[in-house]
């Protein structure tokens, strides 16, 4: 942002955060969160046990169940059957993807939220939130003011301020 005299002013995280957080308890349902996370258009948001910031959950911890696990390629049948190892072997691992999924759903977001949270205040520049997000491969910071969550900051929110489109 450029001032009256040509100087350039840094805008603050506080000129771009969202301040109506999208957020969740650690007791959701991981089903839920999913819910949430689609209907606001997110890929993620912070986790509060009360009052507290006590991690972050995304698209990508929850993509991260639905991993089928890997099966050796070793498996030997005797030779009648080894036409049929292949369908064997995929319906073992369809078996365990569905029981897997029918657990999924019903599991608290506590299990699989990313616990290390880094946040940024609301008077930090634009620059270090960029700088953060950068250094640690994040996609959001919350926003932390007086041991409070005030906001979140995405990359989208960082390149907004930087056209100068910062919050109303």
Avoid: F
Wanted: positive net charge; hydrophobic residues 40%; contains cysteine.
């Amino acid at each position: 942002m450029v001032t009256g005299d040509g100087a350039m002013k840094s805008q603050q995280v506080k000129d771009i955060m969202e301040r109506k957080v999208v957020a969740c308890i650690v007791t959701d349902s991981v089903s839920l969160v999913a819910k949430k996370l689609r209907k606001s258009g997110i890929s993620g948001m912070p986790v509060m046990d009360g009052d507290k910031l006590v991690g972050i959950i995304t698209e990508s911890d929850i993509l991260r169940l639905l991993r089928n696990p890997e099966y050796s390629r070793k498996l030997w049948l005797p030779s009648p059957l080894e036409l049929i190892e292949v369908p064997i072997r995929e319906l073992v691992g369809w078996v365990e993807m569905k029981k897997a999924l029918e657990n999924i759903g019903n599991m608290p977001v506590r299990d699989i939220m990313t616990k290390q949270v880094y946040t940024i205040s609301p008077s930090d520049s634009l620059e270090r939130a960029a700088e953060m997000m950068t250094k640690h491969d994040i996609n959001r910071l919350p926003v932390i003011e007086g041991g409070k969550l005030v906001g979140i900051v995405t990359r989208g929110d960082i390149i907004a301020g930087l056209g100068g489109e910062g919050k109303k």
